[in-house]
């Protein structure tokens, strides 16, 4: 009884691979490797697995281009475009991925997977088995019987129609060998297999039902007529052909017996890893494979076999304190995405094959002071992992970090910005160091957090240290490699440090002017509220997208300008479409920025003061922007809205944290276009910012051919938009939508533009073919990012990664600069004995508290340090402002 349960799967690996390459959007790893046809077929045979919970399983391929089939017709698949090189890569992976799933696979040369397919589905049914087969070729349709059921995969791979007997039949009105006679009358393209001209499936079917079968169609030709017939009995061979190759052979030469295929399911961590190779982290997440993500025992006690991990607690501090001045690594574990409230865990020092796990509790001990004391000691050199988040989590029990020699994380960002997974677990792999169990495998994730026993947080800690062990020497050779050491030595890991100072001085916030313009805020909501009703004739609720797509389209009949599955959109998009049409887009526009206003930025802020300092402590994020940019969190200090005037009233909130003094702020003037003016060699450009010239009017006067007087504030604007569109590798498309022209008009616009600069034209060419031929851009400083899709076959990836290659450059050197003049900036108080503060950063602004008596001397201090952060062919210019808020400093 328990063998008619068996159930066979037979998935066609090529029909399936190539549906999911071109149904999935493309989609790479960090490795540049394409993955989106391995990441679809992954989804579906999931999804399959479930469904169908079958005990045997294969996957059957193609082995190579000539079959039997060509033998009798050398043009068979003849017309098929050669496979796409994003595409062939992926078979390999595939295939190992297979592995990973204990799913077995096969192939054999002379014969095509559908023949496999049929040869396995004949036997299970010979053993009386069920076999369910999945493919994108309605070939296979003549495989169905009573215990062989066929899934044709529709919509790309999303969905399958499900084929018995009677379900052939009543879509095709055909009995499954009938599939055979219905494509050698109509043929199939896809195959190069002929058919007879002339004759579609609605004809064959026709044929198919008075006659039968092509043979029995050839011998009834006489009761045809007109032009089917002519065609029928001049192409009588080729139906006959046509038919015997598109009959699936099912009599494969096979060693592998259906025992060979049996399926009793994948082995979590196998496919853990398999699946963390290719970023397929949302698949880790959809089987809860993190528990699983890890190695096996042996090679677990292989690499703890190469330390000795000793428990401090329970050896005591004396092996420890001898061996201090040998430590070189030092690791700190604490819990919680924002470091400002981390909660220590262990911190772990490695001292040759000594690696030593103190709880991080211990750290309170008289015991411990002479670890504290090395901690603080910038004398002796430290190596880690993420010492930016470290020292903010020691300072919050009042220990102080110095010493940082070098930063595992901060260096492994540097040397691909792009990495996918900057964690230990996912470096270690990419460098061939093998790999450790993950932090969501030891601790768990979210709300499954927990502290794990003392032994296994031990041994983990104790791996991790070990890890920036071993990964230290390769990352700091490969920086000296890559000639970028002055940017990792001079500027990176000793920023890491003026960020950290910065985050713990603080920024004030004063509460009551938060919650004044909060009660105004509310106020002009409940004014836009009623003004919008009005307008509509009725209340509703404006924040619901489909009551107000019926009051906008329905209602008062606007121009629909897109739809979702759901309805009207109402996105920011349209709506600014929509706003010549009617007042009350204009209304609905402002409302929403004030609500935003209200919940993002007057309540989130609000919750981000700490009581015990009345100040917001953000935290810069130092390693996640591509382009080397900082990036605010906890909260975002840089997202604060200014174009808008109620969005810049907010900085009136931001004040000095000591009476008597005032608020700082220095901006770049053009940062960009300076350094795009320098990047480019550009004599025009050059040459504005050298006579200090409004380089938009300098654009508009060169692309519309006219004097300075005779440039109006329409030409200036569309200069501006062009001039920034240009740093941003803009297209015609988007600087129409910008200036709201036609790209007819954008595209001439553009055209002038290069014709004005030439040099620019001539940097965006050659920095692509750099790029294509090195694969990589960099910045004046040598900062990289990596471009995988530079040379992608697909329009849409190989344009976004042209244009990050014209961009990269000058955005990345802007992101240096403002950096170097941080470090400047930091050397000039510290070597002057300023009492003065760096509080932020705001993309091209640092923004500073200063005393009375230093004002005026900052004021100089600041713009010159800027200035001279890093030497070009044109000035930098930087604008000072003083208030006593950041509003009145703007």
């Known amino acids: 009884m328990s063998e008619t349960k068996d159930k066979l799967l037979l998935i066609d690996g090529n029909s399936i691979i190539f549906r999911a390459f071109y149904a999935i959007p493309p989609l790479t790893?960090?490795?540049?490797?394409?993955?989106?046809?391995?990441?679809?077929?992954?989804?579906?045979?999931?999804?399959?697995?479930?469904?169908?919970?079958?005990?045997?399983v294969l996957v059957a391929f193609d082995a190579g281009k000539v079959t039997f089939r060509h033998e009798g017709y050398a043009e068979y698949k003849g017309g098929r475009q050669k496979t796409p090189p994003e595409l062939s890569e992926q078979f390999p992976l595939l295939k190992e991925l297979l592995q990973a799933f204990s799913i077995p696979q096969f192939e054999l040369a002379g014969y095509e997977a559908d023949d496999i397919i049929g040869t396995l589905s004949r036997v299970a049914e010979e053993q009386n088995k069920t076999a369910v087969v999945i493919s994108g070729d309605k070939d296979m349709l003549q495989l169905v019987t009573d215990q062989v059921t066929v899934l044709i995969t529709r919509r790309g791979i999303s969905e399958v129609e499900r084929y018995t007997p009677g379900a052939l039949g009543e879509k095709y009105g055909l009995i499954p060998s009938q599939i055979i006679d219905l494509k050698g009358l109509m043929g199939d393209a896809s195959d190069n297999i002929p058919g007879v001209p002339g004759v579609g499936e609605k004809t064959a079917l026709k044929l198919l039902q008075d006659y039968g079968t092509v043979e029995n169609v050839l011998d009834n030709i006489e009761q045809l007529k007109g032009k089917l017939r002519e065609n029928i009995e001049t192409h009588s061979e080729d139906a006959r052909m046509s038919k015997k190759l598109a009959t699936i052979f099912r009599e494969v030469p096979m060693e592998q017996t259906l025992e060979d295929v049996t399926w009793k399911g994948y082995e979590a961590s196998a496919l853990a890893g398999a699946f963390r190779k290719l970023e397929f982290k949302s698949l880790i997440e959809r089987l809860d494979l993190h528990a699983a993500d890890n190695i096996s025992d042996a090679e677990r006690e292989e690499a703890a076999s190469a330390y000795e991990v000793i428990k401090v607690?329970?050896?005591?501090?004396?092996?420890?304190?001898?061996?201090?001045?040998?430590?070189?690594?030092?690791?700190?574990?604490?819990s919680g995405e924002n470091p400002h409230n981390g909660v220590g865990i262990g911190i772990t020092l490695v001292a040759?094959?000594?690696?030593f796990v103190i709880p991080y509790k211990l750290l309170s001990t008289n015991d411990a002071k002479p670890l504290i004391a090395w901690l603080g000691n910038s004398e002796a050199p430290k190596n880690g992992y993420d010492f930016h988040r470290v020292e903010l989590v020691l300072a919050r029990s009042g220990i102080a970090l110095k010493g940082q020699a070098f930063d595992v994380k901060l260096a492994a960002y540097l040397l691909d910005p792009t990495e996918a997974d900057p964690s230990l677990n996912g470096l270690l792999p990419r460098y061939g160091l093998g790999s450790i169990d993950s932090d969501d495998a030891v601790f768990g994730k979210g709300a499954k957090f927990h502290i794990p026993?003392?032994?296994?947080?031990?041994?983990?800690?104790?791996?991790?240290?070990?890890?920036?062990?071993?990964?230290k020497p390769l990352l700091a050779?490969?920086?000296?490699?890559?000639?970028?050491?002055?940017?990792?030595?001079?500027?990176?890991?000793?920023?890491?440090?003026?960020?950290?100072?910065?985050?713990?001085?603080?920024?004030?916030?004063?509460?009551?002017?938060?919650?004044e313009l909060g009660v105004e805020f509310q106020r002009r909501i409940e004014e836009m509220m009623s003004a919008i009703h009005k307008q509509a004739g009725f209340e509703f609720n404006i924040g619901s997208p489909k009551q107000l797509g019926e009051v906008l389209f329905d209602k008062l009949a606007l121009p629909v300008i897109k739809?979702?599955?759901?309805?009207?959109?109402?996105?920011?998009e349209v709506l600014e479409k929509l706003e010549p049409y009617h007042e009350i887009v204009r209304l609905i526009l402002h409302y929403r920025q004030l609500t935003k206003l209200q919940s993002t930025y007057i309540e989130g802020l609000?919750?981000?003061?700490r009581p015990e300092t009345c100040k917001i402590h953000t935290f810069y994020h130092q390693t996640i922007a591509a382009t080397g940019r900082l990036s605010s969190q906890f909260p975002n200090l840089q997202n604060i809205p200014i174009r808008l005037e109620e969005g810049r009233q907010i900085r009136k909130a931001f004040v000095p944290s000591e009476p008597g003094w005032s608020i700082v702020a220095a901006d770049y003037s053009q940062i960009e276009l300076r350094v795009l003016a320098h990047i480019s060699g550009d004599e025009g450009l050059k040459e504005a910012f050298l006579n200090e010239m409004d380089i938009h009017t300098k654009t508009a006067m060169d692309v519309f051919g006219v004097q300075a007087d005779q440039v109006d504030g329409n030409m200036r604007r569309q200069a501006k938009a062009v001039n920034f569109g240009i740093v941003y590798g803009i297209s015609d498309y988007g600087l129409s939508q910008n200036l709201n022209i036609t790209r007819k008009e954008a595209a001439a616009f553009i055209e002038q533009y290069f014709q004005a600069f030439p040099g620019v034209r001539r940097y965006m060419d050659t920095i692509v073919e750099q790029a294509r031929n090195d694969g990589y851009v960099t910045t004046l400083l040598e900062r990289r990012r990596y471009l995988p899709d530079i040379r992608h076959s697909n329009f849409n990836l190989r344009s976004f990664a042209e244009r990050t290659a014209m961009n990269t450059p000058i955005q990345g050197t802007a992101a240096d600069i403002i950096k170097l003049a941080m470090m400047r900036m930091d050397e000039a108080l510290t070597s002057r004995g300023l009492k003065s503060r760096m509080l932020l950063q705001v993309h091209d602004e640092l923004v500073f508290e200063v005393p009375a008596d230093e004002l005026e001397l900052m004021k100089t201090l600041v713009p010159e340090v800027m200035k001279t952060a890093l030497q070009l062919d044109v000035p930098l210019l930087a604008e000072v402002s003083v208030g006593s808020n950041w509003y009145e400093a703007k």
Do not use: C
């Open 477 to 515: 050779e490969k920086l000296e490699q890559l000639g970028m050491n002055r940017l990792y030595y001079e500027l990176e890991q000793p920023l890491s440090v003026v960020l950290a100072r910065m985050e713990k001085q603080g920024i004030s916030v004063n509460a009551a002017t938060l919650e």
């Open 313 to 334: 607690e329970q050896a005591g501090w004396s092996s420890l304190m001898d061996a201090l001045p040998e430590v070189e690594t030092v690791m700190v574990e604490a």
């Open 563 to 572: 739809k979702t599955k759901t309805g009207y959109s109402t996105d920011a």
């Open 606 to 609: 609000l919750k981000e003061i």
């Open 29 to 56: 790893n960090s490795s540049g490797l394409n993955t989106n046809a391995v990441f679809g077929f992954t989804t579906m045979l999931l999804k399959v697995l479930e469904e169908e919970k079958p005990t045997h």
């Open 352 to 355: 040759g094959t000594q690696i």
């Open 453 to 471: 026993a003392e032994d296994k947080l031990a041994r983990h800690l104790a791996a991790k240290a070990d890890a920036v062990r071993r990964l």
